[in-house]
């Protein structure tokens, strides 16, 4: 019976991941010493600025070539590399359960990009947690490494069935809230919610300090709109059904889908945020591979 990491990915889809890496684009904070920036200060290779002397520092880190310069005393200062904590964020309200044409659920589709970034980051001896949400926090995990809370979090992500309705920006926010030590948030969601008020919510994570990247994930349909005859629309949180014709509405439908997603690339653009349209018909491992390389051009 597969388990664990194994219960999502093909052995050909895992050895494609195992190539991959994330980091953060900016200063972390850890608790290890690892291979990612910190914005604290400390003894380690890589260089940072210089300081004024004060009386009980080490004397092994004061430069004598700045002191012969200006007769002054001043104390190296290095960036500490530490290890990453990856938070995942992941929507489990009601919208995410929608498919089309056969296609896995939106949730089925960020469940295993999640849990892909996972497997990355505790592959590079990191360290990965996990929340699923909806109107409110439903399931959290700790950020931790190894192989056994990789094999919960998979396990987790494999077994959760979303339902309930969703406040995207309340829930955002009271996870930014929670999130003291900074590091690397990764967002799953379609974000059906009032723009103006994600906005806020996604700048709470940023004004923390976070690097931050959100996977929009969406299925092909809810672009596309290729529904013709008279159909019966159900909304997924509420269970209310609409009956439609798509050909009256398919422009206005159209104009507004495409304000939509312009809207979240300029919210994300403003605020600095790593964004990425993740189509649920998209092969998961693929994308990451795309967009990680991307990432270490513009640095991690």
């Given at each position: 019976?597969?388990?664990?990491?194994?219960?999502?990915?093909?052995?050909?889809?895992?050895?494609?991941?195992?190539?991959?890496?994330?980091?953060?684009?900016?200063?972390?904070?850890?608790?290890?010493?690892?291979?990612?920036?910190s914005h604290l200060k400390g003894v380690s290779l890589e260089f940072s600025?210089?300081?004024?002397?004060?009386?009980?520092?080490?004397?092994?880190?004061?430069?004598?070539?700045?002191?012969?310069?200006?007769?002054?005393?001043?104390?190296?200062?290095?960036?500490?590399?530490?290890?990453?904590?990856?938070?995942?964020?992941?929507?489990?309200?009601?919208?995410?359960?929608?498919?089309?044409?056969?296609?896995?659920?939106?949730?089925?589709?960020?469940?295993?990009?999640?849990?892909?970034?996972?497997?990355?980051?505790?592959?590079?001896?990191?360290?990965?947690?996990?929340?699923?949400?909806?109107?409110a926090v439903r399931s959290q995990l700790p950020p931790r490494g190894g192989?056994?809370?990789?094999?919960?979090?998979?396990?987790?992500?494999?077994?959760?069935?979303?339902?309930?309705?969703?406040?995207?920006?309340?829930?955002?926010?009271?996870?930014?809230?929670?999130?003291?030590?900074?590091?690397?948030?990764?967002?799953?969601?379609?974000?059906?919610?009032?723009?103006?008020?994600?906005?806020?919510?996604?700048?709470?994570?940023?004004?923390?300090?976070?690097?931050?990247?959100?996977?929009?994930?969406?299925?092909?349909?809810?672009?596309?709109?290729?529904?013709?005859?008279?159909?019966?629309?159900?909304?997924?949180?509420?269970?209310?059904?609409?009956?439609?014709?798509?050909?009256?509405?398919?422009?206005?439908?159209?104009?507004?889908?495409?304000?939509?997603?312009?809207?979240?690339?300029?919210?994300?653009?403003?605020?600095?945020?790593?964004?990425?349209?993740?189509?649920?018909?998209?092969?998961?491992?693929?994308?990451?591979?795309?967009?990680?390389?991307?990432?270490?051009?513009?640095?991690?």
């Open positions: 019976m597969k388990d664990g990491i194994n219960r999502l990915f093909t052995p050909l889809e895992i050895r494609r991941l195992a190539g991959l890496s994330i980091g953060s684009r900016f200063p972390i904070e850890g608790t290890m010493l690892g291979s990612h920036r600025d210089y300081r004024a002397y004060v009386p009980g520092d080490d004397l092994r880190q004061l430069d004598w070539r700045v002191f012969a310069r200006n007769e002054r005393l001043y104390v190296r200062q290095y960036e500490q590399e530490c290890n990453l904590r990856v938070y995942l964020m992941v929507d489990a309200s009601g919208s995410m359960a929608y498919s089309y044409a056969g296609r896995p659920s939106k949730f089925a589709f960020g469940a295993k990009l999640a849990a892909a970034v996972a497997y990355i980051t505790i592959s590079q001896q990191d360290n990965a947690g996990l929340t699923l949400f909806d109107s192989a056994e809370h990789l094999r919960i979090l998979a396990n987790r992500l494999y077994e959760y069935e979303p339902a309930k309705e969703t406040n995207i920006a309340q829930t955002l926010h009271a996870m930014a809230e929670n999130v003291r030590r900074r590091g690397l948030v990764v967002i799953v969601s379609d974000l059906f919610d009032d723009l103006e008020r994600v906005r806020p919510a996604l700048a709470h994570f940023r004004r923390r300090r976070h690097d931050v990247i959100l996977y929009h994930v969406m299925d092909k349909a809810e672009i596309d709109f290729p529904f013709t005859g008279d159909t019966a629309f159900t909304d997924l949180e509420t269970g209310e059904q609409l009956p439609i014709n798509p050909r009256e509405i398919r422009s206005a439908y159209s104009e507004q889908i495409q304000e939509f997603l312009f809207g979240c690339r300029q919210i994300c653009a403003a605020l600095d945020i790593d964004y990425v349209l993740a189509g649920s018909e998209q092969e998961v491992t693929l994308l990451l591979q795309r967009h990680l390389s991307r990432r270490r051009k513009i640095g991690r």
